[in-house]
């Protein structure tokens, strides 16, 4: 049986195009590094201050200064470049990346995102993550569609918003959905699973159109 969280990322990376600039998200959406189509050439930034990162390094090759954003040891590919935080920034708040893949907490009806804080509970660092869903040209939330058996993709969210922006697209294990003007629109389904399945495990209306893929 597939992993869901490689399931997840392995449909995430069929949205990446040739020459994006896409920044990945701590978690899950580091995974997705992993399964770019053959011939399609992305450049990774980190927004503590990378261009170019490459796959996790082997043991005894960690270098505590080449991480990601999440404090993971990365490998630079040729042709990197490194720069410090307000150049990092400018790129994401100056509209200069073209994907961000995030995970989330909920997603709701009008697809806003909330990702950063479950109030009472300890916060690690709000991260980049507002910046990111407000200034990438394409946010993709990337996020198992449920947590202990309770819908992720919601009416509306109860826990802090990332921003008010609605994001592009939501990939779960179980469904493709876009967030579109008149809601949520079920795009494609896993093979494993049925329409009636996804409408089960999500508490936020969707939109079935005529014609729902497979992946």
């Known amino acids: 049986m597939v992993d869901p969280k490689e399931k997840i990322a392995k449909r995430v990376a069929q949205e990446l195009k040739e020459g994006d600039l896409v920044n990945l998200g701590i978690g899950l959406p580091t995974l997705v590094a992993n399964y770019i189509p053959k011939g399609v050439h ?6 503590n201050g ?5 796959p996790e390094p082997e043991p005894g090759f960690e270098n505590k200064d080449l991480t990601n954003a999440g404090g993971g040891y990365v490998t630079a590919l040729p042709g990197a470049m490194t720069f ?3 150049f990092s920034f400018a790129l994401i708040r100056g509209g200069h990346l073209d994907v961000t893949v995030l995970g989330g907490l909920q997603v709701d009806e009008e697809g806003h995102l909330a990702n950063w804080m479950i109030p009472g509970k300890m916060i690690p660092g709000m991260g980049g993550a507002m910046d990111l869903v407000t200034g990438a040209k394409r946010v993709i ?8 058996g309770e819908p992720k993709i919601v009416k509306k969210c109860t ?3 990332t921003s008010i922006r609605r994001v592009d697209l939501i990939v779960t294990e179980l469904a493709v959905i876009e967030p579109t003007d008149e809601g949520l629109v079920l795009r494609e389904i896993a093979e494993e699973t049925t329409i009636d399945e996804v409408l089960k495990l999500t508490e936020a209306r969707l939109i079935i159109p005529d014609q729902v893929g497979r992946f």
């Open 50 to 54: 990378i261009i170019g990162m490459g």
């Open 141 to 148: 939330v990337a996020m198992t569609h449920t947590a202990k």
């Open 159 to 161: 826990l802090p918003l």
């Open 42 to 47: 992305v450049f990774f930034q980190s927004e």
């Open 84 to 86: 410090d935080s307000a």
